[in-house]
């Protein structure tokens, strides 16, 4: 995923779009990642209450260029054209690596898309004609609904979902990629078969029909979520059985996810394993020898601040690596000598974080390959090392996926 944010992300533009100055701008890096994926999503567009796909960021989504073309034949799909300037949708559509076989597809929804769920679900028809619309514009491979609702899916919209998928699929034909992003947490999975009623369908395994399965495999625990005020990992790939029983406690890893999916009718070459590329810091951690920070007691307001200023206890994983040069001593938390999930601890200021790196997402890679699984999935490529650093967990993913040098090994 790459999703542009000219404060948070100011030294990663998609390359040929422009600058203030309108010069097109460039990015070494992220033509480097781009020879490691085979996929790459544009995040995120919305949905309008008629059900038209449109440019919620024009000033970053569009140019000028967008607004003689694509916007005046689709005025719906681009409000407020006046702020239009950097041109990244555009830049991104025209996007290669080396090899010629990277996928553009475009993201719909994010978190808190409440709304653009709703509107979606009320109008499918014109939903469906208006992406196919923007993808055909754009010549773009495909198309990823991230619908993330307040709470649980409710009524039929599980079914909607999967009749909408079909209809992507019919439309856009049997080659287009197309994926549907889902939450880790089996209450959630559930609704979307059940919805809160007591009748339950197939509404996953008719969605893997049509379309991957991408599983949302991190923000499992937060220092801002409510419940007991316990640090836990943000990402586990197993389930810990020496997890704490306190009530509110959230047990989830990827594999039950993943088990959940496959006993419900998902083939497990359909589903997508995703990971993060940010850290969930804690603060006024009570100090404990054994456990290094684990499990351990925090206070919500000492909670601290790195370079996410829009959520408190966030950062990139680029902090992560700085932080790890600077006091933090890093763990392994190991299950049956799989490595599950990575932490580190700070005595000194007493500072605890849950975090991917390198090792951790290698081994997430070989399970991908253990349990036949269709790919992996970062949210977001921002936010790493360059895929030279010896310290990209793309660059980790890619090589395990594919048995390369270190990233076959296990710790």
């Not at 006091?327 to 007493?350: C, E, K, M, N, W």
């Amino acid at each position: 995923f790459w999703s542009d944010n000219a404060t948070l992300y100011p030294g990663c533009p998609v390359p040929g779009s422009l600058d203030r100055a309108g010069r097109p701008r460039r990015n070494a890096a992220f033509r480097q990642a781009l020879d490691r994926i085979n996929v790459l999503a544009y995040a995120f567009l919305q949905v309008n209450q008629a059900g038209d796909v449109y440019f919620s960021r024009p000033n970053i989504d569009l140019s000028a260029q967008d607004c003689r073309e694509f916007c005046a034949r689709n005025p719906s799909s681009c409000p407020n054209v006046a702020e239009a300037s950097a041109g990244s949708f555009r830049a991104f559509a025209r996007l290669e690596n080396r090899t010629h076989s990277l996928r553009k597809i475009v993201s719909i929804g994010g978190a808190h898309s409440q709304k653009t769920l709703d509107h979606a679900l009320d109008h499918p028809q014109q939903f469906v004609r208006s992406v196919h619309t923007l993808l055909a514009a754009y010549q773009l491979d495909g198309v990823d609904l991230d619908f993330e609702p307040n709470a649980f899916f409710l009524g039929e919209q599980g079914g909607t979902i999967a009749t909408i998928v079909a209809s992507l699929r019919s439309l856009l034909g049997p080659k287009a990629f197309i994926s549907v992003e889902v939450p880790a947490d089996s209450a959630t999975l559930r609704s979307i078969d059940c919805g809160g009623t007591l009748s339950c369908r197939d509404n996953l395994a008719s969605i893997a029909r049509n379309a991957y399965l991408s599983l949302m495999g991190y923000a499992w625990h937060s220092p801002l979520y409510p419940g007991p005020a316990l640090t836990a990992n943000d990402s586990n790939l197993l389930s810990d059985p020496g997890s704490p029983l306190a009530a509110g406690f959230y047990h989830v890893s990827d594999e039950k996810a993943i088990d959940f999916l496959t006993f419900n009718g998902v083939p497990p070459g359909r589903i997508l394993l995703g990971f993060p590329a940010f850290l969930e810091a804690y603060g006024g951690v009570a100090q404990d020898g054994a456990a290094h920070g684990l499990y351990q007691t925090y206070t919500r307001a000492k909670t601290p601040r790195y370079d996410l200023p829009t959520r408190k206890g966030s950062g990139t994983y680029r902090m992560t690596v700085k932080l790890l040069h600077s006091g933090f001593t890093r763990h392994d938390l190991l299950i049956d000598q799989i490595v599950s999930a990575v932490y580190a601890y700070d005595p000194h200021s007493h500072r605890w974080i849950s975090f991917e790196d390198p090792v951790s997402v290698a081994a997430k890679a070989r399970y991908v390959r253990a349990r036949g699984l269709g790919g992996m999935m970062m949210w977001r490529i921002a936010e790493d090392m360059p895929p030279d650093s010896g310290v990209s967990l793309l660059s980790a993913a890619h090589d395990a996926l594919h048995g390369i040098g270190r990233g076959g090994l296990q710790r």
